[in-house]
């Protein structure tokens, strides 16, 4: 049994009540006592090669719910559609194909079929719990499978939302799947767990896509030959559109091109990356000052994507330090936020650990009379630190009810959804 919720717990001391205590989301479950499997990868997350097929996965996900809204109804995705899914989260080689469009569009680039995939993972997890209702635990490993499988081929679209998609629809398949650890007769899934890619949403794809992306929106901005004052005048328009501050951008470079000192030192950097001093005497002020703010925010915009694949508490901790510089158009206006995409990235990797921490409390009780460890110590098998603290899990022992809390990240302490804590029942 499993039941979620954000509560605000208030302690009482000698009739005395004190604050409230920070807001947790609470995820409660009622599980066996249960050891591996043997053999112990017998239940894997993810589908295993001998199930694999040749194909591209995406035209097949999308065929099914364009089939689905042709019958212009709303009604539930049919068995048959569903199977369809199966086979496409057993496809080989993911290919979005959409290179051609990231390099012409830019950040206008439409991206209609990130809905159609987050409308797939509901329909999955409705087919999942109805599985888990039933206690078909080898037909909701199969499940859990596709819509993790769907998680992985999400990531690789080469956009930073892609990558915020996959992680949105690998948390939607996490909520059936606690929920199936709550059942009776369920399987351990520790070594399935453990076996799982780290990280599992990686966003090396989605930081390439953007840096095509902005290249597209600035490809107007000519290093190599002399820009005509209408050149000139259509980029600097476009980039006030993307600044959303009326003329501000204007007044900027206008202020600047009167700065000598200022002048001088964007020169120097051109030169320095590469653009011949030669060159840029036939510039105008305007060009190299668009030229020298394209330069800076690829500096800060590597300065954040350099440390992403740090671990987590060490890449959050780094990107909430970088302070880019403020009132610079391009920067402003193209700078991603990958502090939040690293957030979510690493809440996700959380999740998966705590669940490992619950997989392992449920092995320990199986070759301990039913009983849960006064302390993590104990434990026999390997666990992960939290990814936002490095440091173990708090767990506490309480009347025999195990608590598993997790750590928030750095300006996310008052955030219900970064306080997960699982209370674990073993089941007499």
């Known amino acids: 049994m499993t039941e979620t919720l954000v509560s605000c717990a208030v302690l009482i001391a000698t009739a005395v009540a004190s604050p409230p205590t920070q807001p947790e989301t609470v995820i409660r479950l009622t599980v066996d006592a249960t050891p591996a499997p ?3 990868l017998r239940y894997l997350l993810l589908p295993d090669l001998k199930d694999m097929a040749l194909g591209n996965p995406i035209p097949n996900y999308l065929k099914c719910v364009i089939d689905q809204e042709s019958t212009g109804t709303n009604a539930p995705f ?3 559609a569903l199977k369809q899914v199966d086979r496409a989260a057993r496809m080989d080689k993911p290919d979005w194909q959409i290179l051609p469009k990231l390099k012409t569009d830019g950040i206008g680039l439409l991206l209609p079929d990130l809905q159609k995939m987050r409308q797939l993972a509901s329909e999955l997890q409705s087919r999942f719990r109805d599985e888990i209702a039933l206690r078909r635990f080898d037909d909701a490993v199969i499940t859990a499978q596709t819509m993790f499988s769907l998680s992985r081929h999400m990531a690789d679209h ?4 892609g990558d915020l998609v996959a992680i949105a629809i690998a948390q939607v398949a996490i909520l059936p799947f606690e929920e199936m650890l709550g059942q009776p007769g369920c399987p351990n899934f520790y ?15 989605g930081m390439e896509g953007e840096r095509l992306l902005i290249q597209a929106e600035l490809r107007g901005l000519d290093d190599k030959n002399p820009m005509t004052t209408a050149q000139l005048k259509k980029m600097i328009t476009y980039i006030q559109q993307l600044d959303r501050r009326d003329n501000k951008v204007i007044a900027w470079l206008s202020e600047r091109a009167k700065d000598e000192k200022h002048m001088e030192t964007a020169r120097r950097r051109l030169i320095e990356n590469g653009v011949p001093a030669a060159r840029l005497e036939l510039f105008s002020p305007y060009q190299v000052l668009l030229l020298d703010e394209k330069l800076e925010y690829e500096i800060q915009r590597d300065e954040a994507m350099k440390l992403v694949h740090l671990p987590t508490w060490e890449a959050i901790a780094r990107l909430d330090k970088l302070k880019p510089p403020k009132g610079r158009p391009i920067v402003d206006s193209l700078l991603p936020a990958l502090d ?9 990797e959380q999740r998966i650990a705590l669940l490992r921490h619950v997989e392992a409390l449920r092995l320990y009780a199986a070759d301990h009379g039913g009983k849960l460890p006064a302390k993590l110590s104990e434990v026999a098998v390997p666990l992960p630190v939290d990814p936002f603290s490095g440091k173990p899990f708090r767990y506490e022992l309480v009347d025999g009810v195990g608590h598993l809390r997790g750590n928030p990240p750095n300006e996310n302490e008052k955030s219900a959804a970064y306080y997960l804590h699982y209370e674990i029942i073993i089941r007499k």
């Open 38 to 40: 043997k053999p112990a």
């Open 78 to 80: 049919s068995r048959l």
């Open 158 to 161: 080469p956009t930073l939302i």
């Open 191 to 205: 070594w399935a767990l453990t076996a799982l890619p780290h990280p599992f949403v990686a966003l090396d794809k």
């Open 340 to 348: 939040r995409v690293r957030r979510a990235q690493g809440r996700l």
